[in-house]
């Protein structure tokens, strides 16, 4: 489903479309010191993370506010939407089940990092990004145990969003691991988040950081782009990104004005396609992502995408986001189950995956020249069985018998009408 989120937002706002994030200042600045509110206004971006949020507040300090003498306001009214009261599914903390946000910080996740010293007998423990009021243990016993199920051993107790308790022990032999969990407050993520990195970077702050809205007579104090969709989408078929994708979709909607709601996203989408795909069955979008039980549609209509897409002025960014078998992304896989396949390295493809359904789409270079879309969805209780039948679907499709195209590169994606496998 992230396939015609991604296409539809590169056809509708194109390959350089930014987000905007903006900083304003709600009082005069003396000497370094502001006499009121420092709003930052979220414009939606898909990929605000720790390093690019570093470099925001470093730009505002560089505009001459290293004091704050009021709050820090949290503007997300890009966006109009609420938490999930219940997790799409039974793993609440999975970073997968992250709710969209009109300023989505570091996609409201806590990544745990683990490295072990055996001279000490002790794993370090490290956690970015920082959190206001937040704590964790330093470091844990190592132990002799096998690797397998290590999550589990450390015995990980996260019912106080503040204080992170780990009673267990750490394997030796997992060596350096990292584990990313939803923070599970995610209302107070960004404030203590935002807290953290302002006085980490040496501003000061009187008031407190909470959520409101950019006053009419605040003044705009500086602007930061986001990175561009072109790459955006990369993170989001590439590694399956959720919230990106949930994100992408709602700016849809936002970017015409109105503050973004999945509704808005779903309306225009839907003209979108009738406009650019009349007598093809609609997809049925929810949140855009696939993290959804009622998104679905038909193979023939994800293959007349397909072939839009690489028929398109934007084919290339369309196809660059697609994980390569066996290579990156969530295709990376294919070589560990077969290393020898001739798949690795000749297809481009988005894969899907919940309870009961596996799915794999995408592009796949034949022997013979020819490239060829490929769709393929089970639904079925014992869909996650068939995955082997999926690469070798995916094989018989690269062994074509198909006669060569005449003077036709290999690697490149725009080479001649597309051929259809499903």
Avoid at 79 to 90: G, T
Avoid at 235 to 250: E, G, P, R, T, W
Wanted: aromatic share 8%; proline share 8%; net charge positive.
């Amino acid at each position: 489903m992230k396939l015609f989120t991604t296409y539809a937002g590169l056809s509708l706002l194109g390959p350089d479309h930014v987000w905007r994030n903006r900083v304003y200042t709600d009082g005069p600045v003396r000497d370094g010191v502001l006499q009121g509110n420092l709003v930052v206004r979220g414009s939606g971006d898909p990929k605000l993370v720790v390093e690019r949020l570093q470099e925001l507040l470093t730009q505002v300090r560089a505009a001459g506010v290293r004091e704050v003498r009021g709050d820090i306001v949290l503007d997300r009214s890009v966006f109009d939407v609420r938490e999930r009261s219940e997790p799409f599914d039974d793993e609440p903390l999975r970073p997968y089940n992250v709710g969209p946000d009109g300023l989505l910080l570091n996609f409201k996740a806590v990544v745990y990092k683990f490295t072990p010293d055996a001279a000490s007998g002790q794993v370090k423990v490290r956690f970015e990004p920082p959190l206001a009021g937040f704590s964790a243990p330093t470091q844990l016993p190592l132990s002799q145990a096998p690797c397998s199920d290590w999550r589990r051993q450390l015995q990980a107790d996260f019912s106080q969003p503040q204080q992170v308790r780990f009673a267990g022990r750490y394997p030796a032999s997992c060596g350096e691991r990292e584990w990313p969990v939803a923070y599970p407050e995610p209302e107070a993520y960004a404030p203590r988040v935002m807290q953290a990195l302002w006085q980490g970077a040496g501003g000061q702050l009187t008031g407190q950081v909470r959520y409101g809205v950019r006053p009419a007579s605040a003044k705009l104090l500086l602007e930061v782009p986001s990175l561009p969709l072109s790459e955006i989408i990369q993170d989001i078929n590439k590694f399956s990104n959720n919230v990106m994708a949930q994100q992408l979709y709602l700016t849809l909607s936002s970017e015409l004005g109105a503050p973004g709601r999945f509704e808005a996203s779903r309306l225009r989408l839907s003209q979108w396609w009738r406009q650019g795909f009349a007598g093809h069955d609609e997809p049925v979008l929810d949140n855009g992502s696939g993290l959804s039980r009622s998104e679905r549609s038909t193979a023939q209509a994800l293959t007349a995408l397909l072939q839009a897409a690489h028929a398109s002025p934007h084919a290339r960014y369309f196809v660059d986001s697609l994980a390569i078998a066996g290579v990156d992304g969530t295709a990376a896989r294919l070589k560990d189950r077969h290393p020898q396949s001739p798949v690795i390295g000749n297809a481009w493809l988005k894969t899907g995956s919940l309870r009961d359904v596996a799915s794999v789409a995408g592009y796949v270079q034949g022997q013979s020249g020819q490239r060829y879309t490929l769709v393929a969805v089970l639904h079925h209780p014992n869909a996650q069985q068939a995955r082997a039948v999926l690469d070798q679907l995916l094989e018989w499709t690269v062994r074509d018998t198909a006669s060569p195209p005449k003077a036709q590169p290999s690697d490149r994606i725009n080479h001649g009408p597309l051929r259809s496998s499903r």
